[in-house]
């Protein structure tokens, strides 16, 4: 495990403590056994959402100074949404740095705070895949399909749906 730092034994525990009672629709692990900063994650689609029986993989990339700031997820696999960027970034508020919001678009309370764990970050990921917010979308793109286009949404992303089945 790299290094002894309050991070990383932070981190150990809330691995150990998601294996022993994991929640529904997550699974992680680490990338790499060497390094605790680095988790593999699997999302499946939420029942009733488009993404319904999907398997979303993902990367979660913890910092240093964990839980002081937040960490990001990127997923690897393909993805449709508008709270995620074209490179997989997902983008909800409880992954932006704490603080006052520097476009004034979220309250410091909405945004990271150490109290945050994996678990809520994974409920929130989940959630996000149930109720996307178009409002202030990291992906322009799949905001106005969903607004405008709901049809053609729900098709490309059962189509992704289907591909992450297939492998």
């Not at 929130?124 to 949404?153: G, Q, T, Y």
């Not at 992303?157 to 492998?167: A, F, M």
Request: a negative charge; glycine letters at 6%; proline letters at 8%.
């Amino acid at each position: 495990m790299a290094g002894n730092s309050q991070a990383a034994l932070l981190l150990a525990k809330q691995l150990h403590d998601l294996m022993k009672n994991p929640v529904d629709g997550f699974f992680a692990g680490l990338v790499n056994d060497d390094n605790i900063f680095e988790w593999s994650i699997t999302i499946l689609g939420p029942a009733g959402t488009p993404y319904d029986g999907g398997f979303f993989n993902a990367v979660m990339m913890f910092p240093e100074d964990y839980p002081v700031r937040p960490p990001t997820v990127k997923f690897v696999s393909d993805m449709w949404h508008p709270n995620v960027y074209p490179d997989g970034k997902v983008c909800i508020s409880i992954l932006h740095d704490p603080g006052e919001d520097p476009l004034g678009y979220e309250l410091s309370s909405e945004r990271w705070l150490p109290i945050h764990t994996v678990e809520s970050i994974s409920l929130s990921i989940i959630s996000m895949l149930s109720s996307p917010n178009d409002e202030s979308p990291a992906n322009v793109d799949a905001a106005v399909e969903w607004r405008d286009k709901k049809d053609e949404f729900i098709k490309k992303v059962k189509r992704i749906v289907r591909r992450s089945i297939e492998g």
